[in-house]
């Protein structure tokens, strides 16, 4: 094999110890012929100079067993990596090496005359199957669940490598998030493989004509062209909310400037703010703060907890203790922080709850959540009563409504007059992270073939998409709350006063108070 640039890159990465080397390659990179040349390599003598300059493959420091997992199809007799095996393996079976199928319908075993061997998984095998042997090496030519390739990483307690070829296309979402955004070049490695690596014209010892290359890409989907023609995960396969866009939606204190001149003036706190929360028995509670604009949008200010929740395990506080640490937040002590366009208390108008979690009679105690929150805010003497979520169970219609505040003409130039109606302020991390890995729970391998899409969600990442299913369901309306915001002090009239002549947005138009 005389590799491509592309294919160097990831052999140099093996060669120099990295743990894990992460391939997210277009269609047509050669990214089966590359996985199966690095196993040829590594159990037999190598002869190849892109790899025998290494001394990890002509002195193998690691275990001589390995695993090599990927579809059914591919592994089948006549699948693709097993051709790819099969054309790679100096000589024939028998001749160096050997292979066996065991109790499997595919061969499962190979050994080799070097001492090494490694076992073939499919990835519908169970956990339990991933869990045994001590490994040296481990390659995936198809993206892995999770909990498969975790296991895959405790089997390596003598040291190894584990080294993933994939097209990102559906199932990718938590390799970008452990592996891709965490590589380092030292511990962990990626690589997107673009088509154009292979391309005779364009690439260095690449296969393919860049005419074909072309005709590729004119019939692929548009949804799909990132990933099969450049190797970039396809952040949009699966999710929910696949309209919501960091550039449109993520919005920082001087977009709210511009968007809204006035909030500069001291009114972006008087504006009526909103309390979601999320009730949970083992994970902290999850609460979200939303503005209500004059214009009727919604802006999401401040988030609880404001740690990286998706790694939470067990919650950090009590009822109580949370409540103070919502009163510290709602009545100015820690808004600065949050956003220097909050100069003091907050007026809550709502706070709503999860109907089901907070009618749940928590042990011990005899109360609901509800309950524990009101009287948790009573001893204190604050308000923390909460009304019941609206329309609990209808996840599809409210889903539909969350699409209809994030939607903007983009026919038209994005403007002050032509965007969403849904904003996430830029420090609100684990809300944007839950809108980026919101997916539907579609079926996976062969049953995708034989049942229509699935109407349900899963449950990763859905705690503040909950949240926000309930907040665009109340349908907010800002002149409903004129009279429950808090009067301008001494400061916010001499400010807004002083200024009104240069704001954009007259009090005919109802932009002003």
């Known amino acids: ?33 590359w996985g199966a040349n690095v196993v040829a390599n590594i159990c037999c003598a190598s002869k190849n100079p892109a790899f025998k300059k290494f001394k990890t493959f002509t002195d193998w420091p690691f275990p001589k067993l390995g695993r090599l997992v990927s579809s ?19 000589g024939e079976p028998g001749n160096g090496w050997s292979r066996n199928k065991g109790n499997k319908s595919f061969y499962s075993n190979y050994k080799f005359v070097t001492g090494h061997s490694f076992k073939v998984l499919s990835v519908e095998q169970e956990k339990k199957e991933f869990e045994s042997d001590t490994l040296g090496w481990a390659w995936f030519d198809e ?7 975790i296991a895959t990483v405790w089997r390596m307690r003598k040291g190894g490598i584990i080294f993933i070829t994939a097209t990102p296309l559906s199932g990718c979402a938590w390799m970008k998030d452990e592996i ?54 396809m952040y949009l396969s699966g999710l929910v909310f696949k309209t919501f866009n960091r550039k449109a939606h993520v919005i920082n204190q001087e977009e709210i400037k511009e968007y809204w001149p006035e909030a500069v003036f001291g009114e972006f706190d008087r504006w009526p703010s909103v309390n979601i929360c999320d009730p949970h028995d083992r994970r902290s509670d999850v609460h979200i703060w939303a503005k209500i604009t004059p214009d009727n949008n919604l802006i999401i200010y401040d988030e609880y907890p404001d740690w990286n929740f998706s790694e939470e395990k067990s919650r950090k ?27 003091g208390p907050q007026a809550i108008v709502r706070r709503i709850m999860d109907k089901r979690k907070g009618a749940q009679m928590q042990s011990g105690s005899g109360l609901t959540t509800f309950d524990l929150y009101q009287h948790a805010g009573s001893e204190k003497g604050w308000s923390y009563a909460y009304e019941e979520s609206p329309k609990v169970g209808l996840k599809n219609i409210d889903h539909k409504v969350v699409k209809e505040y994030l939607a ?19 420090d609100c991390t684990n809300t944007i992270y839950d809108f980026e890995h919101y997916l539907w729970d579609d079926f996976v391998g062969k049953a995708v073939d034989s049942h229509d899409k699935k109407e349900v969600p899963k449950d990763k990442a859905k705690d503040h998409m909950d ?3 309930w907040l665009c369901e109340l349908r907010l309306d800002f002149k409903d709350y004129k009279n429950q915001m808090l009067p301008r002090d001494k400061y916010r009239r001499e400010t807004f006063n002083s200024h009104r002549n240069i704001i954009n947005r007259q009090e005919e138009d109802g932009w002003m108070l």
């Open 1 to 33: 094999m005389v590799p491509h640039g592309g294919q160097v890159k990831a052999i140099n990465a093996i060669g120099s110890g990295v743990f894990v080397v992460l391939i997210t390659a277009a269609n047509g990179w050669g990214k089966t012929y």
């Open 72 to 90: 059914p199809d591919n592994i089948s007799d006549v699948g693709a990596v097993t051709k790819a095996l099969e054309y790679w393996l100096p």
């Open 180 to 233: 891709a955004d965490k590589a380092d070049g030292i511990k962990t490695f990626w690589i997107e493989g673009d088509i154009e690596d292979n391309c005779i014209e364009h690439g260095v010892n690449g296969y393919l004509k860049h005419s074909d290359i072309e005709r590729m890409s004119e019939r692929c989907d548009e949804d799909e062209r990132a990933a099969r023609m450049h190797g970039k995960f």
């Open 408 to 426: 903007w003409d983009k026919n038209l130039p994005y403007s002050i007059r032509n965007k969403p109606k849904l904003f996430v302020l830029k």
């Open 467 to 469: 949240c926000m299913r």
């Open 143 to 149: 993206p892995p669940l999770h909990e498969q390739y």
């Open 317 to 343: 506080h009590t009822i109580k203790q949370t409540v103070e640490i919502l009163h510290q937040k709602e009545s100015g002590q820690t808004v600065k922080e949050v956003c220097v366009l909050l100069r």
